[in-house]
């Protein structure tokens, strides 16, 4: 019995072991510019710069000036595919091509927490901006 219980532990290692090199990690980055594309595109700006491709693991988002959306999918560091991202026209199609290329979702505790800091962050962005309007305001009553 212990034989066989050994037996079928290693076969499930094994192939767990072997699922996983076929299967790889899937990861991506998405390059885009966070004005020129985006501006055009208020849907694939809120999955971009909102809480959209946050939501998905592995996923790096670079902002560079001038450059359209594009999504690079890597299988284990490898490139294997480079994705047009203004070709999806609604968030729906967003978040399905990202499952459909093999991305998962974080946990929704992690989500809670992207959610949280980016609150935090557009708080901060209103607070900056009143007092820059304050500042300007006081120096035009000074005049």
Request: some cysteine; hydrophobic content about 35%.
């Given at each position: 019995m212990t034989f066989r219980r050994n037996l079928v532990t290693i076969l499930f290692v094994f192939s767990l072991s072997f699922l996983s090199a076929v299967?790889?990690?899937?990861?991506?980055k998405i390059e885009?510019?966070?004005?020129?594309?985006?501006?055009r595109l208020?849907?694939?700006k809120a999955f971009i710069v909102g809480l959209g491709a946050e939501m998905y693991r592995n996923v790096e988002i670079e902002f560079i000036y001038g450059t359209a959306a594009v999504l690079t999918v890597f299988d284990d560091g490898v490139e294997v595919e480079t994705i047009m991202l203004a070709d999806y026209e609604t968030r729906g199609e967003l978040?399905?091509?990202f499952k459909e290329?093999?991305?998962k979702l974080?946990?929704?505790s992690e989500i809670s927490e992207i959610s949280n800091r980016k609150a935090e962050e557009e708080h901060?962005?209103?607070?900056?901006?009143?007092?820059?309007r304050r500042e300007k305001a006081n120096?035009?009553?000074e005049l």
């Open positions: 299967a790889g990690v899937i990861s991506g885009t510019c966070a004005e020129c594309s985006l501006a208020p849907h694939l978040d399905a091509l290329k093999g991305f974080k946990t929704a901060q962005k209103i607070l900056q901006q009143m007092k820059e120096k035009s009553d």
